[in-house]
């Protein structure tokens, strides 16, 4: 029998304020949306907004395609805010900043995945014309995903079902 791989363990530790923070395990995109929607329904590992350290242990049985770390301060700042693309790498630490001075990661059985950006979006992409979109790390990673890794899209979203005028009489 096959012994599991090994977890990867992150640590986070902040040395500024982000009273938003979250982690994605991405299985799967949504190129439609932008922030955490890009990445459709994700793993979400809890992360505790109240501690300056903490250490999450990920499982990795199925591991996903990449995990996605994004921390945003309050008065919002693009430029102060914190993202970390990374995968399962057994064997592998690495410790850095969130690609901002003041989130430090600290990442064994992991790896960073660098080198992505807007240059990743298609020219041709039509939501690239929307600053919301070009701009949003989220969804400039999401297309690193696409064209790198092949991540497939999302099932559609159910709509809401809404009714007609006329059938509410």
Known sequence: MTAPPPPVTVTIIKNASYPIMWLAGIRQLDLTQHCLR???EPDRPAVDLGKRIQTLRLATPNPPLAWYLCALPIPWNW???AHLAFEHAPGHQWYGEALVP?????MTNARPLLG?????????????QSRAYRTCRNWQFAWWLRRSRAAPDAPPRPQPHRESPASLF
């Open 38 to 40: 890009t990445f459709a």
């Open 79 to 81: 430029k102060a805010n």
């Open 102 to 106: 003041g989130l430090e990661v600290e």
């Open 116 to 128: 992505w950006g807007e240059d990743d979006i298609p020219p041709g992409e039509p939501l690239r």
